[in-house]
């Protein structure tokens, strides 16, 4: 059974860093992996996303500060997020899908095909 499992969230304070992970099983070579993030009564809004053709993306937000990869070997991709800000601060999901269109990977109304249950990610002033 396909599924995707978060892993890295926690508290930091500003500046700070974190690498989060996200475990495929069931899948992995051919789907694009990327992250989103929703924080309190805002809509989820992309962050980075990383496709199987190799093309990565980021939001202006986080261009520079964060850098997502992949390990094929270990079916797992990674964010690290780097000189955190408290604006940084929501629930952080890993999606998969076999698009490799921006314009998809990007669209948080886009029906992905596969999200994750969410990590925690607090960055303290």
């Known amino acids: 059974q396909a599924q995707l499992v978060e892993s890295g969230g926690g508290l930091v304070q500003a500046g700070g860093s974190l690498r989060l992970s996200c475990a495929a099983s069931?899948?992995?070579?051919?789907?694009?992996i990327g992250w989103f993030r929703q924080a309190p009564g805002k809509e989820r809004e992309f962050v980075a996303v990383?496709?199987?053709?190799?093309?990565?993306y980021y939001a202006d937000s986080v261009r520079g500060r964060f850098t997502i990869s992949r390990d094929n070997a270990k079916n797992t991709v990674y964010l690290q997020m780097n000189n955190l800000k408290p604006e940084d601060t929501a629930v952080y999901y890993c999606?998969?899908?076999?698009?490799?269109?921006?314009?998809?990977?990007?669209?948080?109304?886009?029906?992905?095909?596969?999200w994750g249950k969410g990590t925690q990610v607090t960055v303290s002033s």
């Open positions: 990383k496709t199987w053709t190799g093309s990565t």
């Open positions: 069931g899948f992995f070579r051919f789907v694009s």
């Open positions: 999606n998969a899908d076999r698009s490799v269109s921006q314009r998809d990977l990007v669209n948080p109304r886009y029906d992905m095909e596969y």
